[in-house]
């Protein structure tokens, strides 16, 4: 087994006389965290410990996820291969917030747990005493968007399809590097600022350098919500607030508020709303900009980049979208399905 | 002078039934906690048969080859069994402190977290999940959070003299448990709503589903340890029931068996809480029900009160975790149970007098 | 000649709480078997003295002697061998029995963790019997009435195997009779057992029923101390309680009752 301290094993062994399960064809292999786990040769059964890994798993071996860590909705669903949309909901794995009872885990037999996200102290740990309790090796992958590429490859040589994965890396890779490329040669004037709205009333966002603000910071435009004091990834601001940063443009995830805001006396005098640069973030299958914090954000960061500069990145969104779709979701978007997805949602 | 005159009657003792009654009473609780045990390790979400069951513990008593496959021995060693001694040893830990405060504080309405230990417990683990420790560490600073918060309170009844002890303990675990829980609602408007007040949230509403067979070796020892003291005072925590001055009176140190009583009841409880959140009502409750059964003498209360409470919460954390598809946090489940059965002992209970 | 010191001596003690001095210059002693009965008027602070003397209360000047030892550095269990306290509403508000309430009263005689043994128990029915209370023995203390209370925490008290037992108005809510019978177990106890007895009264003639000498407290100090007969007269009752009161002694001298003048005229 991976590296332990001894109070752990002989703890273990006192508790409940723990024995290590009789492993066929094991290889060492080092996740994101450096923790060294023996997987089995031929990974078979997976199950994602929360909704990035079951996104990410769902893209690279789908044939060998479990189930969902929440069952995609029904608007979703068309998106994606219908076989695997209907797997079950497994819950998430996640320690004392955790929904699914250790039981279930162990009763599926999975090969492995797969965990794709935050790599700090608490998840290492969290990683460490389900693989001790379960006797499943539980793999920690790091998911920051701009290495998603590695992130792609690594999970690919864990399932053992690495392959099939070079073609979704590849492209990442090709991707952020012309992303990149093009907003740098952006001068700092001209980059505009961005407010993400989220909540119902448009007052939560996401701020610098969190999750939420991945596509915006690696966009290169300016995120109004500076970094928090405390480690907060998402912050409560005022109407006061927003007035005071006059951001250039509002990005949207909820539907609803969305659909009001326009008319919401509270926003008028934003700048962006009177200049019409309100955006909805394409959220099906999955959101293109956070949520979960997977591959589904790729397309996103296009989008962004050709929202915000148009003259850098001529690409039809549409031929984009279609293409990434085919080769993230193995499910290429009818022409109906791209004008849902890609419309404002209705008022 | 009077001449002396002594009377002399017949002494009736407590009915010769009644030692009898409180033995059956025992060896009933016993019983049924064993059976709640075998019933909490038979169910869960993993089918175990009780065939199975039966000759894996024989097969694991004998030194036999296990008959199970490797999974459903990971179930039973590393999952289940792990929280059913987790339930029983927290249960145990709050129904003892409970009975042990109820009896020093003289007051029926007494819970162990009165001086403030389920605040400082709760608070020390908030902030091991606000600064992303990992998992142990986060029990660890629950675990001196409500040790800290009883030394706070402890300190403050002693730094002010010249009022009845107990009162002003009783007013310290108020306005530290304030203090404490103030805190604790800074930190979760602090905290990362993606990441953090997620686990802060569980975490107080408590719960046994993360029990690891690693928390055992701190918990169960803490238990044990303060269950000695309490155990050894039995007789004197009864004499404790006379207020101050009779006590010493009668010749015990109160400032010092005091302290006893506290350090052991609060390492106990700070060890559950550490383990399983906050878990509320069971201290309260199950010291009434036990006193209900047999008598407010501590050196009976003890023991029924331990096995009650362990086999409560037993009983109550396999309803948390077999009756939905998704696990039930503990302390709403024993609120929502205790609410009503402390009703209707305020409404019905015979022996609770206090009147 | 050797004069063998005094079971209890308090010399030249103040008595009262920090910042609040109730009593100073008190000095008497009490002898085995012998029954002092101190009186005064309300607020005086007889509750206080006895509380001091019993360790609870520290005192604020002065000198406790037991068997001529200075009892200031003695710790709860020793004082708890010495003296037995009778308080005036004790035995707490937990539905104990009678029999285990007096039991407790051997907390003394035994280790911390110790269980009562079959000389505790022994002890305890001896009070028990001795007070007259045995068909209460099984009864939950709560339920005993007000009145024969008073008789159980003297059987507690009795329990300790004290040699000083200290009663604090043993007969406050008393009826007639118990009022009788207490101090009829006081005073046999007293000769019988040569217990050192202290016990405080809001009734003077009681003093004629069980005590040798008397001692009475006004205006925070030691008015007269003395045999009844000497002490309980009309001037001292007059400087004690602000009433006048006529003492008249009946059957022949061997008792004396004390009248208010108001009732006489």
Redesign the interface.
């Known amino acids: 087994m991976r590296r332990r301290d001894l109070f ?1 094993l002989s ?2 062994a ?5 024995f290590a ?2 492993l066929v064809e094991a290889r060492p292999f080092t996740d994101s965290a450096e923790r060294r786990i023996d997987i089995p040769d031929e990974v078979r059964r997976v199950f994602p410990a929360g909704p990035p890994a079951s996104v990410t798993l769902y893209m690279v071996a789908p044939e060998k996820m479990l189930g969902w860590t929440r069952a995609p909705s029904p608007e979703a669903r068309p998106f994606l291969a219908a076989r695997y949309a209907d797997l079950p909901e497994l ?1 998430r794995l ?6 699914v ?4 885990v ?2 599926l ?1 999975p090969d492995l747990v797969l965990d794709v996200g ?1 790599t ?3 998840y ?3 990683a460490d ?1 389900v693989q ?4 499943i090796p539980f793999a920690l992958i790091g998911g920051r968007l701009v290495e998603t590429p590695t992130t792609l490859r690594t999970v690919g040589a864990l399932l053992g399809v690495p392959k099939r994965v070079e073609s979704l890396a590849h492209y990442a890779e090709a991707l952020v590097a012309d992303v990149q490329k093009e907003t740098a040669k952006i001068p700092p004037a001209r980059r505009p600022s961005v407010y993400v709205a989220r909540g119902p009333h448009g007052l939560e966002t996401a701020v610098v350098g969190s ?1 939420g603000s991945e596509i915006v910071d690696l966009v290169g435009a300016r995120n109004v919500a500076g970094k928090d004091t ?5 912050v409560d601001v005022s109407p006061e607030q927003i007035l005071a940063w006059q951001p250039d443009v509002i990005l949207t995830v909820d539907r609803r508020f969305h659909a009001t805001m326009r008319n919401d006396p509270v926003w008028r005098d934003v700048k962006a709303v009177q200049a019409g640069q309100i955006h909805f973030v394409p959220d099906l299958p999955f959101s293109w900009l956070d949520n979960p914090p997977a591959p589904n954000r790729l397309i996103g960061l296009l989008w962004l980049g050709k929202l915000l500069y148009p003259a850098s990145f001529p690409q039809d969104i549409r031929a984009e979208a279609r293409r990434f779709y085919a080769l993230f979701y193995q499910q290429e978007p009818s022409d109906a399905q791209l004008d849902g997805l890609l419309a404002d949602p209705p008022a | 002078m009077t001449r002396s005159s002594t009377v002399f009657s017949p002494i009736r003792r407590r009915e010769p039934s009644s030692a009898f009654g409180y033995r059956a009473i025992v060896i009933g609780a016993a019983l049924a906690l064993l059976l709640i045990v075998v019933v909490a390790v038979a169910l869960g979400p993993y089918q175990l048969s009780a065939r199975d069951l039966f000759a894996f513990l024989i097969a694991k008593v004998t030194g036999a080859v296990s008959p199970l496959p490797a999974p459903a021995e990971t179930v039973i060693l590393q999952i289940r069994l792990p929280r059913v001694l987790a339930a029983t040893a927290v249960g145990a830990a709050l129904a003892a402190s409970g009975a042990a405060y109820q009896s020093l504080f003289r007051n029926p309405l007494v819970s162990p977290d009165i001086l403030g230990v389920s605040a400082g417990a709760a608070f020390g683990a908030v902030v091991g999940i606000f600064l992303s420790l990992p998992v142990l560490a986060i029990e660890a600073a629950s675990f001196v959070g409500g040790l800290m918060a009883v030394m706070i309170v402890y300190g403050i009844a002693v730094a002010i003299r010249g009022r009845d002890a107990v009162l002003v303990l009783v007013l310290a675990g108020v306005v530290i448990g304030a203090l404490f829980g103030a805190g604790v609602g800074l930190l979760k408007y602090l905290a990362d709503p993606y990441n953090q007040l997620p686990a802060i949230t569980f975490w107080l509403l408590g719960s046994l589903a993360a029990t690891n067979p690693r928390d055992l070796t701190s918990l169960l020892p803490a238990v044990a340890i303060g269950l000695v003291p309490l155990a050894l005072l039995r007789w004197r925590i009864d004499v404790m029931t006379l207020g101050d001055e009779e006590a010493t009176a009668l010749g015990l140190d109160t400032r010092v068996l005091r302290i006893v009583v506290i350090a052991a009841a609060t390492l106990m409880t700070s060890a559950a809480v550490a383990a399983s959140g906050i878990i509320g009502w069971v201290g309260l409750v199950v010291p009434h029900l036990a006193r209900l059964t047999v008598g407010p003498a501590f050196t009976r209360l003890l023991p029924v009160s331990v096995l009650f409470g362990a086999g409560y919460l037993l009983a109550v954390d396999t309803v948390a975790r077999t009756l939905g598809a998704v696990e039930l946090p503990l302390g709403v489940l024993t609120a929502a149970l205790g609410t009503p059965v402390f009703l209707w002992l305020l409404g019905f209970g015979r022996r609770t007098a206090w009147s | 000649m050797v004069v063998s010191a005094p079971r209890l001596a308090i010399e030249d003690l103040s008595y009262g709480y920090p910042g609040h001095v109730v009593g100073h210059g008190i000095s008497f002693t009490v002898d085995a078997g012998e029954v002092l009965c101190v009186l005064g008027r309300n607020g005086e602070g007889k509750s206080t003295l006895f509380k001091t003397i019993l360790g609870l209360l520290r005192p604020r000047a002065g000198t406790l002697r037991v068997d001529g030892e200075p009892i200031a550095g003695w710790n709860p269990r020793r004082r708890a061998l010495t003296f037995g306290y009778v308080p005036q509403n004790g035995g707490g508000t937990f539905p104990f029995t009678v029999a285990e309430l007096v039991l407790m009263g051997r907390t003394a005689h035994r280790g911390p963790f110790a269980a009562p043994s079959a000389a505790d128990r022994e002890a305890a029915d001896e009070a028990i019997a001795t007070l007259g209370i045995g068909h209460l023995a099984a009864r939950e203390w709560l339920r005993v009435s007000g009145g024969e209370r008073q008789l159980v925490l003297v059987a507690r008290a009795l329990a300790q195997e004290p040699r000083i037992l200290v009663l604090d108005e043993p007969t406050a809510s008393l009826d007639f009779g118990n009022q009788v019978r207490v101090l009829d177990a006081v005073r046999s106890l007293a000769e019988t057992r040569a217990l050192s007895v202290l016990l405080s009264t809001h009734h003077p003639e009681q003093a004629f029923a069980c005590a040798d000498r008397v001692a009475v407290l006004a205006g925070g100090e030691l008015l007269r101390i003395g045999a009844p007969a000497e002490v309980v007269t009309a001037e001292t009752l007059r400087a004690c309680y602000s009433v006048d009161v006529a003492v008249l002694p009946v059957a022949e001298g061997r008792y004396r009752v004390c009248v208010p003048r108001l009732y006489l005229d």
């Open positions: 752990g703890a273990g006192i508790a409940g006389r723990a399960p009789p819950g996640t320690g004392r917030g955790n929904t009872n250790l039981e279930n162990v009763r037999t935050d700090s102290a608490t290492v740990s969290l005493r001790e309790q379960t006797h999750i405390a480690p907060r990834t998402i």
